[in-house]
């Protein structure tokens, strides 16, 4: 029988799941999807994730795949599936893509927003889904640092450790940032924008912390652009937390 590659388009709240990537004994948004699909399929599944996402982060875009010999049309696995997955996991989309379609391999570039509340007071409808900072924040100096992370660079001051073989081939820690932006949704949220060709782990988290430091007056601009030429995790800002994060798109 011939088989079909299946690509998805997900969307999922994070925060009750220990990321994306399946782990023995947690639970994980690959793991229940590939729990659902094997289901319908009655088959053993593998589901490839456009990259992996962290406990307690966010996805509106999510994009993953996988191969199977099921009939199934795209509008049966859509709606089967969102009948099967809990409550905080959406099938958003489903398409059959072309053989050659790999969801991590294939993509070409990513785009993340990072909410933050500013203020006294959060309203608790918000707390799973930014990151709350009390104290005033200098936005035009966190602005001002965002021109020295555009362009191609080694972000290896925004890594987390350990995140890379280093022995592995590859590219590295260099990375392409095409658009980074502060937009103000309202008088008491400030939001991120970043849009690149490939993420390193926990990479726009820290970028966000680090520009937090900024706003904070804890860092300044010329300090910021040292942080990005040092290479160094150590001489960056800590790492947001993760509520605030949300993978919106995958580009193909």
């Known amino acids: 029988m011939?088989?079909?590659?299946?690509?998805?388009?997900?969307?999922?709240?994070?925060?009750?799941?220990?990321?994306?990537?399946?782990q023995p004994d947690q639970s994980t948004i690959q793991g229940s999807l590939e729990?659902?699909?094997?289901v319908m399929t009655r088959?053993?599944?593998?589901?490839?994730?456009?990259?992996?996402?962290?406990?307690?982060?966010?996805?509106l875009g999510m994009v993953a795949n996988f191969t199977t010999a099921s009939q199934i049309p795209c509008p049966g696995f859509m709606a089967g599936l969102n009948s099967l997955l809990e409550d905080d996991i959406r099938i958003l989309a489903v398409e059959e893509a072309d053989p050659s379609f790999h969801a991590r391999?294939?993509?070409t570039g990513k785009c993340y927003f990072y909410r933050m509340d500013i203020g006294g007071v959060m309203l608790p409808t918000r707390r799973l889904y930014s990151t709350h900072v009390k104290t005033f924040l200098d936005v035009v100096s966190m602005e001002k640092c965002l021109p020295f992370i555009l362009g191609r660079h080694d972000f290896s001051s925004f890594e987390?450790?350990?995140?890379?073989?280093?022995?592995?081939?590859?590219?590295?820690?260099?990375?392409?940032?095409?658009?980074a932006?502060?937009?103000?949704?309202?008088?008491?949220?400030?939001?991120?924008?970043?849009?690149?060709?490939?993420?390193?782990?926990?990479?726009?988290?820290?970028i966000v912390g680090t520009l937090l430091e900024i706003g904070k007056a804890r860092l300044t601009v010329n300090g910021f652009r040292d942080i990005v030429a040092a290479r160094d995790r150590s001489a960056a800002g800590p790492t947001a937390p993760a509520s605030g994060l949300f993978l919106r798109e995958v580009f193909y």
């Open 35 to 38: 729990k659902k699909i094997a």
């Open 105 to 107: 391999r294939s993509a």
């Open 2 to 22: 011939t088989s079909r590659n299946i690509k998805l388009t997900i969307a999922f709240d994070g925060t009750h799941y220990s990321g994306w990537q399946r």
């Open 43 to 59: 088959e053993e599944i593998v589901l490839h994730g456009a990259g992996r996402t962290d406990a307690g982060v966010h996805a």
């Open 181 to 206: 932006s502060f937009q103000r949704t309202d008088a008491t949220r400030l939001c991120f924008t970043i849009h690149g060709d490939g993420f390193l782990r926990h990479m726009v988290r820290n």
């Open 160 to 179: 987390a450790a350990g995140s890379r073989d280093p022995a592995l081939p590859g590219r590295g820690a260099v990375r392409e940032i095409y658009s």
